[in-house]
């Protein structure tokens, strides 16, 4: 690794502590957010605009979207013609960001986390040239899950992926394909994909072949034998377990305890276009957020995240995991109150960690979907709003907001260690990656 990539990517936290609540994330708020109108929009009443157009993908850790519609958290803020609009992939999601509702599109999503840097980045945008986007929240934390075949029942697989390396060889040595499905190039379900294969020496990019399938196609695919896994969120891995087609080796919270999922994110323009309106819709998604975290309301959450206008698929698909109950099926134990139950709000769940922003961007550059010479500190700088979440956090009355803007040093399953001041050491540790 040149020193130069080591530069670029050790620069956003050295003063990581800097950024404190109240008075003092208002002291590190660079000069151009400090003049914009989205810093000084909580002193003004009302949004500019009752409308908003946001796009979702049919999982579970859209919740917070659908619970802010259904219980009336936007229109308690004002954002009364909000649409909630289901997107049938993530590329699809990336297009009509692009587009911006002016044009037909949305104006934001329920969204991968590294999507939003991805898109302003302009590395998977149609014509390079990028659509600024801003990170507002995360939307939870955990959840996701990777799924394998029935054929590999005997297996049993688990957090090592080893054993699934041999019954790959066997497989292609029979002159079968082996696929490894996620769900859009460079985001969460891809990155979990690959660090599982690779912490067990298989390498994504030459051992398996890893296709793109949309989150609701995952079941249906594994069916008719497109792919040997999958790693996507809920229902469909349970789906997948409840109809005997496949198993879960895995929750993504056993690869990374706690681990950073989806965001909620806003064309930038939108953003600095609405600033008030933007902070309206952040904190009616915090509110449900709130909502969603409460175990005595996850029976009416599965409910409405089942229902047709939604994700479209049965309560019994949904709710045991929302509580936390894991049946990963091939007769592997069932684990009651898993510690990696899906979190809307404990554990800082909600707030747009930029340490976790770094990590994303790293993992990125590992697999060549973002360049070496990505200058991580300027991008994260560009897209990540976190001084946003803490204006919303503290008009909310929330008290309990994290200290710092990163979360400290990472400890993967398989022993790697993430150091947002060391991003660079990290990269260096992993042996298995597509970048020079």
Same mark, same amino acid.
């Given at each position: %690794?040149?020193?130069?990539?080591? *530069? ?5 936290? !050295? !003063?990581?502590?800097? #950024?404190?609540?109240?008075? /003092? ?35 579970? @850790? ?31 999601? !990336? ?8 044009? $037909? ?33 995360? #939307? ?42 996620? *769900?859009?190039?460079? /985001?969460?379900? @891809? ?30 695919? %594994?069916?008719?034998?497109?792919? @040997? ?16 087609? $496949? ?18 994110? #806003? ?47 049965? =309560? ?8 936390? *109950? ?51 500190? =300027? ?23 994290? *200290? ?7 400890? %993967? ?24």
């Amino acid at each position: %690794m040149s020193d130069d990539v080591k *530069t670029m990517l050790t620069g956003p936290f !050295r !003063r990581r502590d800097v #950024l404190r609540a109240g008075a /003092g994330a208002a002291a590190t708020m660079i000069a151009a957010r400090a003049l914009s109108p989205s810093g000084v929009f909580a002193q003004e009443a009302g949004p500019e605009t009752p409308k908003a157009k946001l796009g979702y993908i049919a999982l579970t @850790d859209a919740g917070p979207l659908f619970v802010a519609k259904e219980k009336g958290f936007f229109d308690k803020y004002g954002m009364t013609e909000v649409e909630i609009s289901k997107q049938s992939s993530w590329g699809t999601t !990336r297009d009509n960001i692009v587009l911006g509702s002016g044009g $037909g599109g949305i104006d934001g999503a329920h969204i991968l986390t590294p999507m939003p840097y991805l898109i302003t980045s302009g590395a998977v945008t149609q014509s390079k040239a990028g659509t600024p986007m801003s990170i507002l929240a995360r #939307l939870n934390v955990s959840g996701q899950c990777i799924s394998v075949g029935q054929e590999y029942a005997d297996l049993k697989l688990g957090v090592d992926s080893k054993p699934f390396k041999e019954a790959l060889e066997k497989k292609k040595a029979s002159g079968k394909d082996v696929k490894a499905a996620v *769900t859009f190039p460079g /985001g969460t379900h @891809d990155l979990w994909m690959r660090y599982w294969l690779a912490a067990g020496g298989i390498d994504p990019n030459k051992d398996i072949q890893t296709i793109v399938v949309p989150p609701p196609q995952m079941v249906a695919n %594994m069916k008719v034998g497109t792919m @040997d896994t999958f790693c996507v969120c809920e229902p469909w891995n349970e789906q997948l377990k409840n109809q005997k087609i $496949g198993y879960t080796a895995l929750t993504t919270g056993e690869l990374w305890d706690k681990h950073p999922e989806k965001a909620f994110a #806003l064309r930038t323009d939108w953003v600095e276009a609405n600033p008030k309106a933007a902070k309206a819709l952040l904190m009616a998604i915090m509110e449900a957020q709130q909502w969603c975290e409460k175990m005595e309301n996850k029976e009416e959450l599965a409910t409405i995240c089942a229902k047709r206008n939604w994700i479209g698929a049965p =309560v019994s698909d949904i709710v045991a995991r929302m509580k936390g *109950t894991f049946d990963y099926g091939a007769g592997k134990p069932v684990v009651e109150n898993s510690p990696h139950i899906m979190h809307f709000w404990d554990d800082h769940a909600s707030y747009p960690y930029r340490s976790h922003d770094l990590w994303f961007i790293t993992e990125d550059m590992r697999w060549g979907y973002l360049p070496e010479s990505t200058d991580a500190k =300027v991008l994260i700088d560009k897209v990540n709003r976190e001084d946003l979440w803490r204006e919303a956090a503290k008009s909310l009355g929330v008290t309990d907001i994290p *200290t710092s803007t990163s979360r400290g040093v990472e400890k %993967m399953f398989d022993g790697k260690v993430f150091d947002p001041e060391k991003p660079g050491d990290y990269l260096a540790s992993l042996q298995i990656k597509r970048m020079a």
